[in-house]
T-cell receptor
Framework: GNSVTQMEGPVTLSEEAFLTINCTYT??????LFWYVQYPGEGLQLLLK?????DKGSNKGFEATYRKETTSFHLEKGSVQVSDSAVYFC?????????????FGPGTSLSVIP | DTGVSQNPRHKITKRGQNVTFRCDPI?????LYWYRQTLGQGPEFLTY????????KSRLLSDRFSAERPKGSFSTLEIQRTEQGDSAMYLC??????????????FGQGTRLTVV
C-alpha cells in the first residue's frame, strides 16, 4: 500500500540552528511528494512539493529533494526562526490514478526557542 | 478567490446530537475531499467527490457519517448520533484535475468538533 513515515517529534531547536526532518515513503506507482505545515490553531498549508525524481522543492528557506533510490523526501532548513514553530507533515499523492487523495505522515512537531 | 472555506470553525455538541459541517471549495476546482485529524496525528482520508459524484469512502466513514456535494460546488458532512470518539478536526480540501489544468490539494482551516 501507500504510506509515509516521518521522524518522531517533538523536535526542539534553538533559533538559527539547522533543521532536518526525515521522511520516507512507500508507494505503488509514481507519487508526487509534499511537505505541509500546520501552525497552531490553523489549517494545513502547502510548504513545498516535488513531482518527479531529483526535483527539489523549496519555499521560505525550506528545501526537500525527491530521492527515488532511497524513497525519501527529507525537509531541511539552514537557519530556523521562532516563527517556524509548527507541525510539519510529509505527504504523497499518486497522480496517475483517477483521483489524487493525499496520504499524510503522522507529523513532526517543531519548537524553535530564542 | 479566498481559498477553501469551512464553517463553522468550532463546534461543541452533546453526545447523541447530530452535527453538519459545510465546505466551500475553490470555485473552479472539481475535486473535493474530506479528512479527519485527531490530536497528534496526520489527517486521515474520509471521502472524495469528483463534481457531485462521491467516488470513494474510507472505512473510517461509519454509517453515522454522510457527505454530499449536491451541485458539484459546496459540500456538507453530517455526523449523526455523535460519540466522544468523533471529536477531531475535520478538514476539507479541493483540487482541480483535467480541463484547465491540474493542481495540488488546497486545504481549508478545518472545523474542530468537540463532543461532550
Amino acid at each position: 500500500g501507500n504510506s509515509v513515515t516521518q521522524m518522531e517529534g517533538p523536535v526542539t531547536l534553538s533559533e538559527e540552528a539547522f533543521l532536518t526532518i526525515n521522511c520516507t515513503y512507500t508507494a505503488t506507482g509514481y507519487p508526487s511528494l509534499f511537505w505541509y505545515v500546520q501552525y497552531p490553531g490553523e489549517g494545513l498549508q502547502l510548504l513545498l512539493k516535488a513531482t518527479k525524481a531529483d526535483d527539489k522543492g523549496s519555499n521560505k528557506g525550506f528545501e526537500a529533494t525527491y530521492r527515488k533510490e532511497t524513497t525519501s523526501f527529507h525537509l531541511e532548513k539552514g537557519s530556523v526562526q521562532v516563527s517556524d514553530s509548527a507541525v510539519y507533515f510529509c505527504a504523497l499523492s499518486i497522480v496517475e490514478t483517477s483521483y489524487d487523495k493525499v496520504i499524510f505522515g503522522p507529523g513532526t512537531s517543531l519548537s524553535v526557542i530564542p | 478567490d479566498t481559498g477553501v472555506s469551512q464553517n463553522p470553525r468550532h463546534k461543541i455538541t452533546k453526545r447523541g446530537q447530530n452535527v453538519t459541517f459545510r465546505c466551500d471549495p475553490i470555485s473552479e476546482h472539481n475535486r473535493l475531499y474530506w479528512y479527519r485529524q485527531t490530536l497528534g496525528q496526520g489527517p486521515e482520508f474520509l471521502t472524495y467527490f469528483q463534481n457531485e459524484a462521491q467516488l470513494e469512502k474510507s472505512r473510517l466513514l461509519s454509517d453515522r457519517f454522510s457527505a454530499e456535494r449536491p451541485k458539484g460546488s459546496f459540500s456538507t458532512l453530517e455526523i449523526q448520533r455523535t460519540e466522544q470518539g468523533d471529536s477531531a478536526m475535520y478538514l476539507c480540501a479541493s483540487s482541480q484535475r483535467g480541463g484547465s489544468g491540474n493542481t495540488e490539494a488546497f486545504f481549508g482551516q478545518g472545523t474542530r468538533l468537540t463532543v461532550v
